[in-house]
């Protein structure tokens, strides 16, 4: 099987978004803005594919939020990581549009309590953002 990365560039109010999909082309991996922390290293070796389905739905998405229309996004996504950091991508997914959720609460349910910091570590490595609303989640000081 291909492991080449497929990517596309997208221009956003924040600045180029990178898209990237997995290598079957048919979900969303990675949603990057530039100058991000984890910006993925390998992203001028992706294959510039814009034309690919799963890209044009999320830009189309990605519009539709940034015009104050959209609140959920709908699409595949296939991100990289640990079942744990994948638990906690999951859940903050779950968080609805204009709520937040403390660090504590996302690692209670992800089912474990005691994992704050790695809830918080997972949250960082989030490499779906925007789509995967990490800017939901706060410390418990707010």
């Known amino acids: 099987m291909n492991s080449m990365k497929l990517s596309c560039r997208t221009p956003s109010p924040l600045g180029t978004i990178l898209l990237v999909a997995n290598p079957s082309g048919d979900a969303l991996s990675g949603l990057y803005l530039d100058g991000q922390k984890y910006f993925p290293e390998d992203a001028d070796a992706c294959r510039d594919s814009p034309r690919l389905p799963v890209f044009r739905d999320a830009i189309a998405q990605l519009r539709e939020y940034f015009a104050g229309t959209r609140t959920a996004f709908d699409l595949p996504l296939a991100p990289t990581g640990t079942p744990f950091q994948r638990d906690v991508w999951a859940a903050i997914s779950a968080v609805p549009f204009a709520a937040t959720i ?9 089912g474990r309590p005691s994992a704050v910091r790695a809830a918080g570590a997972a949250t960082g490595r989030n490499p779906l953002t925007i789509v995967v609303p990490c800017h939901r989640i706060m410390g418990s000081g707010g």
């Not at 403390?102 to 209670?108: D, T, V």
């Open 102 to 110: 403390s660090y504590g609460e996302l690692a209670r349910r992800c």
